[in-house]
């Protein structure tokens, strides 16, 4: 099975030591026979904390994505929670799963009442409206996404690869108490990479609660291996109805050509 992992912005170089410890976390958790391939989105800037770069970020991310049926993949996974998941299983046709809804959907077999802890108040924002989206709010608690304080940086994030107690859990647990409080019985980490790295240091639940933290991520890339499986035994990927319908491939490649969508994921 290959998995295109896509992400949605550039491989930037200061960033090195987390492309690494992200790869070598997940890899010993996939299925024998399971390889994920990382790729990036060329041209973006790097920048997600908006609504409107969130868009542009998804057109760069969806150039990937059908780059990657293209090369054969079995199953694309969108690395982000600011997603384009619904555009993505519009115009492919393998199975598409992105970190925030697949990781929601297993929240559901796991406690009564989820909520997810995330990086920044725009990154809430993005992630509530996917929730209600989803059809999800049911089984979340009010005001079901809530941001750390101080909002997370670069710096942060890299002093979380080596030791994320020393800055980004007390931030996190105190978000998460925060919800606990208010009825939630599961914790979802709201970012791609934060939740692999606290799992590798055995960070798994919120101290003397009970309460789990669930590394999104593993668990969406396991549902994704599970949704390659269901397409090949049963031959059903998606719904043809008017949602998910693929379009007309060409109708699709004069519109990218009309936005001037280029090789390499680039926009004019």
């Given at each position: ?14 960033l ?88 929601m ?66 931030r ?20 791609a ?24 991520t ?40 009309a ?10």
């Amino acid at each position: 099975m290959r998995i295109c992992w896509i992400h949605p912005t550039t491989k930037t170089p200061e960033l090195a030591p987390l492309w690494t410890t992200i790869e070598q976390t997940v890899s010993p958790d996939l299925l024998p026979g399971t390889e994920i391939e990382y790729r990036f989105s060329a041209g973006s800037a790097n920048f997600t904390r908006s609504s409107y770069a969130e868009h542009l970020n998804s057109v760069l991310m969806l150039d990937q994505a059908i780059q990657a049926e293209k090369d054969g993949f079995d199953g694309v996974f969108i690395g982000c929670w600011n997603d384009a998941l619904w555009e993505a299983r519009e115009v492919l046709s393998i199975p598409v799963a992105s970190v925030g809804e697949q990781s929601m959907l297993a929240a559901l077999a796991m406690g009564q009442r989820f909520a997810v802890v995330t990086v920044s108040q725009k990154t809430a924002v993005a992630i509530e409206r996917d929730l209600f989206a989803y059809g999800l709010h049911e089984r979340a608690i009010s005001r079901p996404v809530r941001s750390i304080a101080p909002e997370s940086d670069g710096d942060l994030l890299l002093g979380a690869v080596t030791d994320p107690h020393s800055g980004f859990i007390p931030r996190f647990e105190a978000a998460a108490r925060g919800c606990i409080a208010d009825g939630a019985d599961i914790i979802l980490v709201g970012c791609a990479y934060y939740g692999p790295l606290l799992r590798r240091v055995g960070y798994t639940h919120v101290a003397d609660t009970g309460i789990p933290v669930i590394d999104s991520t593993t668990v969406a890339i396991k549902y994704l291996e599970a949704m390659v499986g269901v397409s090949r035994a049963t031959g059903i990927t998606k719904s043809m109805g008017p949602m998910f319908r693929t379009p007309d491939p060409a109708k699709i490649e004069r519109a990218r050509a009309a936005l001037a969508v280029v090789e390499a994921g680039k926009l004019r």
